[in-house]
């Protein structure tokens, strides 16, 4: 095993890499650099290094969402060994996997999740007269809606990533954007109850469409004018981060279903480690080491989600009271346990080298049907053929 | 006046209208990086509101803002620019001067297919020179370094395809005498051929530092933190859940002053240089 790595990363969770770096050199030596970027550089960076062949750092942070075109690159080292032999797999939950895995191998350890529950402001509710916890499904939540006055949104439906808001709500039914045979398959029967029921939200009038992440958004939700967001239980920390004057007045819920008895477990973003195949054995190795402590160990996962936020993907870490500790900012409330129970129910999802194309092709069809311009059978139709079209895929 | 028709002075009007409307079209958004670097960032993203249109008074706020990331070294960066483009572009000028001359007053073998492939090279986009350069970069032991930036486009095709079209103006009975007066063929390029240049290369100088000024992808790959340029400097304030316009307008601002005061020095060269030798007479 080679004395140190370095490990690329970006934002809050370089930060925790950095956190549980002292506590990982203290107890298993060696030297470990965390070194920090801004996203987009990061990515970019670390895709040609690893086509190139050379300067790539021993391990580094992969979403999701990006595992299939990385894996593609042939770049990355397969640990479905290392995995095995640690005997971890089971300890995390189980929809982390399908992404990182391609013919068998599996490329990257899993980090965090973001289970997904709808952030609401629960002042604006009781001055409304909302009952927020005897909403079950979508039905009861747009009628829960209806009860605000027209300038109040009951939720912010971002017109920049109508795709984010479709992928959380479609992967909640279970359903997925390619066949196993890699067929499109985003215009499924799932697809078009997603897309109906966006749209049955936007012609309530219970909707406002403010770009997410803009200055707009935050200062709507400070104000209170728009009381839910659908998002990862990260939110949270961004919203402590941005809007802090409001600590107290928030609550989570999870996101409703779509009938009665429905799975109310999804999921909204999350990231892995992976290690590059250039890298020399013993270097990896001492990358895996580290990664196994960070990410595989309930100590360190505890202490991300306590100091950042990040919601572990590693089961054991639930065990921990951390979990049950009520947020202040939540007004109390444990929205750590909600997420620890939601977390191993989101069903498993997949990506491929494509899905950039069904993220254009989903923004800008359904923008089209909430504009009125097409029906939700003829958004989710023209995504789908858009996408077989552009990537010489079939249609499902 | 006399000799201006009314119809002229009418085209003449239109024409002055239409030039005004295009420098418009090109300083406004300048001037709003400018105002928004001094604006708190609520002031200037609010949707539509109230556009503010005058400087405010949050610039060193937004600067100390900037100067307190981690990832980030912005006054490092504006260094490592100016130094990578100011060298490239004097080493560039020379490389693409003498390569352009040897193009237009010398005959060697295979002059025409050399030329044609170094042109071809033209259509090449960067992206795809990333990867091999930054392999080749790192074999020569650059990686990490100025050179590597400097050295891949120091003979920069358009750079040579300008430099030739331009000194193929140069009479040959000139150099021909300054030969029979016993000038070195060095002496020819430097004592003859460059001081009849000065309008190109200082027009070919300022497309260098720009295209020098502007380049992104390859020093991002190729640089690690401390080296980087402007460009990628300010791409590490866009983070996964936040994006620091404040900062970035900041940035922004203060990369454009060496541009600036590269054009306005050379700026009276720079149309004559560029039309130099674009017509056959």
Same mark, same amino acid.
């Given at each position: ?396 | ?152 486009? $120091? @003979?920069?095709?358009?750079?040579? %395809? !300008?430099?030739?079209? *331009?000194?193929?103006?140069? +009479?040959?009975?000139? /150099? &021909? ?24 290369? $200082? @027009?070919?100088?300022?497309?260098? %530092? !720009?295209?020098?000024? *502007?380049?992104?992808?390859? +020093?991002?790959?190729? /640089? &690690? ?25 900041? @940035? ?30």
């Amino acid at each position: 095993m080679a004395s140190d790595a370095t490990v690329w990363g970006w934002d809050v969770a370089a930060k925790a890499l950095d956190v549980v770096d002292d506590p990982y050199e203290e107890e298993h030596g060696g030297d470990i650099t965390v070194e920090q970027f801004g996203r987009s550089n990061m990515k970019d960076k670390f895709k040609s290094r690893v086509l190139s062949g050379s300067g790539a750092p021993a391990a580094a942070m992969m979403e999701s969402v990006d595992a299939a075109a990385w894996v593609d690159t042939g770049g990355l080292r397969d640990v479905s060994g290392w995995i095995e032999d640690a005997g971890i797999r089971s300890d995390f939950v189980s929809g982390k996997w399908g992404p990182l895995t391609k013919d068998g191998s599996t490329y990257a350890l899993p980090w965090d999740v973001g289970p997904v529950a709808a952030f609401y402001r629960n002042d604006v509710a009781e001055e409304h007269g909302l009952d927020m916890d005897g909403i079950e499904t979508w039905d009861q939540f747009i009628a829960e809606g209806e009860k605000l006055p027209d300038d109040v949104a009951m939720l912010n439906l971002p017109p920049n990533d109508y795709d984010g808001v479709w992928r959380m709500m479609f992967r909640q039914l279970g359903g997925l954007p390619f066949t196993d045979s890699g067929a499109v398959n985003i215009n499924s029967e799932t697809s078009l109850r997603v897309a109906r029921q966006m749209k049955a939200a936007h012609d309530a009038g219970i909707t406002s469409s403010v770009a997410s992440w803009s200055s707009e958004w935050f200062s709507r939700a400070g104000e209170g004018s728009i009381v839910s967001i659908l998002s990862g239980a990260w939110l949270e920390g961004t919203l402590k981060a941005e809007v802090g004057d409001t600590s107290g007045m928030w609550r989570v819920m999870r996101p409703p279903a779509y009938e009665s008895g429905g799975n109310r477990a999804t999921n909204w973003g999350g990231s892995n480690l992976v290690i590059a195949d250039q890298v020399s054995d013993a270097k990896a190795r001492r990358a895996w080491d580290y990664m196994q402590f960070a990410l595989g160990t309930k100590e360190q996962q505890v202490t991300m989600y306590e100091e950042y936020g990040l919601f572990p993907a590693y089961k054991p870490a639930y065990e921990s009271d951390a979990f049950d500790q009520g947020s202040e900012f939540l007004g109390g409330q444990a929205a750590g346990r909600m997420f620890a129970e939601i977390a191993p129910n989101i069903p498993t999802y997949n990506y491929t080298t494509d899905t950039p194309e069904i993220t254009k092709a989903i923004n800008s069809e359904l923008g089209r049907m909430i504009s009125g311009e097409l029906s939700p059978q003829e958004a989710v139709d023209r995504a789908a053929q858009q996408v077989a079209n552009r990537t010489n895929r079939d249609l499902a | 006046m006399g000799s201006v028709t009314r119809d002229e002075a009418g085209w003449r009007f239109l024409g002055y209208s239409f030039v005004l409307l295009v420098t418009l079209l090109m300083i406004v958004p300048i001037y709003w990086i400018v105002v928004a670097s001094t604006l708190p960032e609520q002031a200037f993203l609010s949707a539509g509101t109230d556009v503010r249109l005058l400087p405010g008074s949050n610039f060193l706020a937004n600067l100390d803002a900037l100067q307190a990331r981690e990832s980030v070294d912005f006054v490092q960066s504006i260094w490592n620019s100016v130094f990578i483009a100011v060298v490239y572009t004097l080493l560039s000028l020379v490389l693409c001067s003498m390569g352009g001359f040897a193009f237009a007053k010398y005959e060697f073998k295979f002059k025409e297919p050399i030329f044609y492939s170094i042109l071809a090279t033209l259509t090449l986009p960067i992206q795809l020179l990333v990867i091999p350069l930054f392999l080749l970069v790192s074999q020569m032991g650059l990686s990490n370094s100025y050179w590597a930036i400097i050295l891949p486009w $120091a @003979a920069n095709p358009l750079g040579i %395809f !300008l430099m030739r079209q *331009n000194m193929k103006q140069i +009479p040959d009975a000139l /150099l &021909e005498s300054a030969r029979i007066d016993g000038a070195t063929e060095f002496q020819l390029y430097y004592r003859i051929a460059l001081p009849t240049m000065k309008s190109s290369l $200082a @027009a070919l100088a300022i497309v260098l %530092f !720009l295209f020098q000024w *502007n380049l992104f992808l390859f +020093p991002l790959v190729v /640089l &690690e933190q401390g080296k980087y340029t402007i460009p990628v400097a300010i791409n590490e304030l866009i983070g996964a859940q936040r994006v620091y316009y404040d900062q970035i307008m900041v @940035a922004a601002a203060l990369s454009i002053i060496p541009l600036f005061l590269v054009f306005l020095f050379l700026q009276r060269h720079f149309v004559s240089g560029i039309l130099a030798g674009s017509v056959k007479e």
